[in-house]
C-alpha cells in the first residue's frame, strides 16, 4: 500500500477498489483489471458511455456529440477502454440510478458508465451528466453545466476532465487545444491552426499563405505567438484569438517563444547576422533583457512553472545539448549528455520533468528531472509539448500529431490526414 | 501557359513577352534562353525593375516551387547539422562571385535550407548559420554585404522530399535569390 501513498492517487486508489470489486463475479473474470492504481496504457477501464437523453425535445444528436467527445477524450487518456455504442442495450434513458438497468451494463463488460441528460432551451444549453460505478450501482460524481448551444464540446470536455478525477485522482487535460503548423490548406504554405482535444474540431487561425511557424500560447489561452514570413523573414506575431487582432510583436526575425507562468514576459529566440541569442519581451513587444550573448544557436527557451528558469537548447558544445539557465543570474547549466542532438525542450508544467527530442537512429521524444541524471524514453517524435496536467505530450511523428502518456507506455493518434502536421503547443486548461 | 519558376524567371518571362507579345514558353526554358550571365537580359536593360516587398520571395517559392539550381549563381551544399563551407562549396562561391562582379546591379537574398532531419526550430537556427557563412564568404571575395541579405526557411521549402541520403543532401543547400539585377 506504501507503493500507492502519493495523496494524490488515493482518491483513485479508493474507487478502483469499488470498481474491481465486482471481479469476484466469475462470470465478469474477462476484465483484466488488477488490483492495483490504474495507469494510462494498460489494459483499460472498461467504460460505458451512453449517449445524453433529450430532455425537451426529439434530437438527439447533441446527445451523441457529447458522448463522442468523451469517448474520444478517455480514449486518448489510456487509462480507459471505451465500449462501443453498438454493443449498448439500454438507451438513454432512464437516468436514476434506481432505475438504470447496471446487470445489462455488466454484461456489457462495463465497469464504470456515463449516463445524463441535456434541453436546449432558445440557444441555452443545459447538460446534467452523471458517472457510476457499475458494480456498486452508485453514482461516483456528476456535473450540471449550463452554456450555449456552442459549448457542448466544450462540456463534453470538461466532464472528461472530472472523469479522470473520478477515477486518477487528477483532473484531466482534455478541456485545452492544441495549435499547430500544417500544410492542409494546400500547397506549400503552412498555417497556423487550433485543435481541440478530439482533433476534428479544427480551425485555421492564420490566412497568410506564407510560411507560419513555431505557434505558443499565452496561459490564458487566448493569445497565440507565432512567426510568420509574411513581412520577410520570420517575425514574430501576437494572435489575439478573441477580437482577431494580429500584431507584430518585435522587428526582429526568430523561431518560437513562450509566454512566462504568469504571462508577464515572452521568452524568444532571435537570430541577428546568423546567429541566435535567448531574449525576454513583454507582451507589448518592448525588450526587457537579453538573456545569451554567444556566436552559438540559442534556441527553444521553455521556462519552469516557478519562472525562476529556462531549459533551453544550444550548440555551445559543438552540438545541440539542452541547458538549463537561471533568469536572474543567467548562469546556465549543461543538463543533456547523451547523443549528439538533443533539441526543443519542454518543462512539464508539474515541474518534475523536461522533454525533449534526441536522434539516436530516427528521432524520440525523451524526458530529464531538471536536476539532471538518466533520461528516460517516451516514444518515437519530434517537438513535444506537456498537456496542462503534466502527465501527456503531444508531438509529431511523420507529419502527424499523436498524444502519449509521459511513460510512452499509451500513444494515440490526434491528427491525420489533409497536410502535414507539425509543431505541436498545449494550451493551458480553458475556463 | 505557366511561367517558369521564381523570381528570376518571372522577371524574364515578362520582358520575353514584351518582346515578343506571344506568352510565357511552355516548358521551363534553360537558362540560356532567357537570360543569365551572357544572356539576353544584361543589367540595365530594364533598370527599374522593382524589388520585390519583402516576403514575396517566401510566397513565390510557395506558389511556385523553392528556388531551384539553375540560374545564374549555383547552390551550394552542407553536411548533416553543419554549416561549414566545404571546398566544392568554395568554389561554387568564387563562381557566384565571379558573375556577382560581372552584374554588378545584382542583389541576391542567401537562403538557408536544411533537410527535414531535425526539429524545426533547430534547423531555422541551423539555416541562419548556412546563409550566413555564405555571406560572409562571398563579402570576403569582395561583395559589398549590402547587395547580400540573408534568410533562413530551415526545413520549411525542401526541393526534394523522398527520404534518401542524395535527397537530403539536395535540401542541405545555400540557395541564391536574384532579388534585382
Redesign the interface.
Known amino acids: 500500500m506504501s507503493k500507492y501513498g502519493g495523496g494524490e492517487r488515493k482518491v483513485g486508489w479508493r474507487i478502483l477498489l469499488g470498481l474491481v470489486a465486482l471481479l469476484g463475479v466469475p462470470s465478469l473474470a474477462g476484465a483484466q483489471i488488477k488490483l492495483e492504481v490504474p495507469e494510462p496504457g494498460g489494459a483499460g477501464i472498461p467504460i460505458a458511455i451512453s449517449p445524453l437523453k433529450n430532455l425537451a425535445g426529439e434530437d438527439q444528436r447533441a446527445g451523441e456529440i457529447f458522448a463522442d467527445v468523451i469517448a474520444r477524450d478517455l480514449d486518448i487518456s489510456g487509462y480507459f477502454k471505451v465500449i462501443d455504442r453498438g454493443a449498448y442495450i439500454e438507451g438513454p434513458d432512464p437516468l436514476a440510478p434506481e432505475q438504470i438497468n447496471f446487470p445489462n451494463w455488466s454484461l456489457l463488460g462495463a465497469l464504470a458508465l456515463v449516463k445524463g441528460g441535456f434541453s436546449l432551451d432558445g440557444d441555452t444549453l443545459t447538460v446534467e451528466v452523471r458517472l457510476f460505478d457499475v458494480a456498486q450501482r452508485k453514482q461516483l460524481g456528476g456535473k450540471r453545466y449550463r452554456g450555449e448551444r456552442k459549448d457542448l464540446r466544450r462540456m463534453a470536455h470538461r466532464f472528461a476532465d472530472q472523469i479522470m478525477l473520478f477515477i486518477t485522482g487528477e483532473l484531466g487535460p482534455f478541456n485545452s487545444q492544441i495549435a499547430f503548423v500544417s500544410t492542409r490548406a494546400g500547397g506549400r504554405a503552412k498555417e497556423i491552426y487550433v485543435t481541440d482535444l478530439t482533433g476534428t474540431e479544427v480551425t485555421q487561425i492564420t490566412k497568410d499563405r506564407t510560411l507560419s511557424l513555431g505557434p505558443s500560447w499565452n496561459p490564458a489561452a487566448n493569445v497565440l505567438t507565432y512567426f510568420s514570413y509574411k513581412q520577410g523573414g520570420p517575425y514574430p506575431y501576437l494572435r489575439d484569438l478573441l477580437s482577431g487582432r494580429d500584431s507584430r510583436l518585435y522587428p526582429v526575425v526568430g523561431y518560437r517563444s513562450q509566454w512566462s507562468p504568469d504571462g508577464t514576459t515572452i521568452a524568444v529566440s532571435l537570430e541577428q547576422q546568423g546567429n541566435s541569442d535567448l531574449f525576454l519581451l513583454s507582451p507589448e513587444g518592448r525588450l526587457i533583457q537579453r538573456l545569451t550573448e554567444n556566436p552559438d544557436i540559442d534556441i527553444s527557451p521553455t521556462w519552469s512553472p516557478d519562472g525562476r528558469e529556462i531549459a533551453f537548447c544550444s550548440s555551445r558544445s559543438g552540438n545541440p545539448q539542452i541547458y538549463v539557465m537561471n533568469v536572474n543570474s543567467g548562469r546556465s547549466r549543461r543538463l543533456t549528455f547523451r547523443g549528439d542532438y538533443n533539441t526543443s525542450p519542454a518543462w512539464s508544467p508539474k515541474g518534475d520533468l523536461i522533454a525533449y527530442t534526441t536522434r539516436s537512429g530516427g528521432f524520440r521524444i525523451m524526458t530529464i528531472s531538471p536536476e539532471g541524471g538518466d533520461p528516460s524514453e517516451v516514444t518515437a517524435g519530434e517537438d513535444p509539448s506537456w498537456a496542462p496536467d503534466g502527465r501527456y505530450l503531444v508531438f509529431s511523428q511523420r507529419r502527424r500529431l499523436y498524444v502519449a502518456s509521459k511513460d510512452g507506455r499509451s500513444v494515440k493518434q490526434l491528427t491525420g490526414g489533409g497536410g502535414d502536421d507539425t509543431s505541436p503547443a498545449w494550451s493551458s486548461r480553458l475556463e | 501557359m505557366r511561367c517558369a519558376r521564381g523570381w528570376y524567371w518571372r522577371l524574364g518571362c515578362v520582358l520575353l513577352v514584351t518582346v515578343f507579345i506571344s506568352g510565357c514558353p511552355k516548358k521551363t526554358p534553360p537558362p540560356s534562353e532567357v537570360g543569365g550571365p551572357g544572356g539576353g537580359l544584361g543589367p540595365g536593360e530594364r533598370g527599374e525593375t522593382n524589388l520585390p516587398p519583402?516576403?514575396d520571395t517566401?510566397?513565390e517559392?510557395?506558389?511556385h516551387?523553392?528556388g531551384e539550381e539553375g540560374g545564374p549563381l549555383q547552390d551550394i551544399h552542407f553536411a548533416y547539422?553543419s554549416f561549414e563551407l566545404s571546398s566544392e562549396a568554395r568554389e561554387t562561391l568564387r563562381t557566384n562571385s565571379d558573375w556577382l562582379r560581372n552584374n554588378s546591379q545584382a542583389k541576391i537574398e542567401i537562403e538557408g535550407h536544411c533537410d527535414d532531419?531535425?526539429?524545426?526550430?533547430?534547423n531555422?537556427?541551423?539555416g541562419?548559420?548556412r546563409?550566413?557563412?555564405a555571406?560572409d564568404y562571398l563579402a570576403s571575395l569582395g561583395i559589398s554585404p549590402e547587395r547580400l541579405s540573408?534568410?533562413?526557411?530551415?526545413e520549411?521549402?525542401p526541393s526534394c522530399r523522398e527520404e534518401t541520403e542524395s535527397c537530403w543532401e539536395q535540401n542541405r543547400r545555400a540557395h541564391f535569390q536574384l532579388l534585382t539585377r
Do not use: C, F
Open positions: 519583402p516576403g517566401t510566397r517559392h510557395i506558389e516551387g523553392p547539422d532531419r531535425g526539429t524545426a526550430e533547430y531555422l537556427a541551423l541562419a548559420k546563409a550566413k557563412a555571406r540573408t534568410i533562413s526557411y530551415g520549411e521549402l
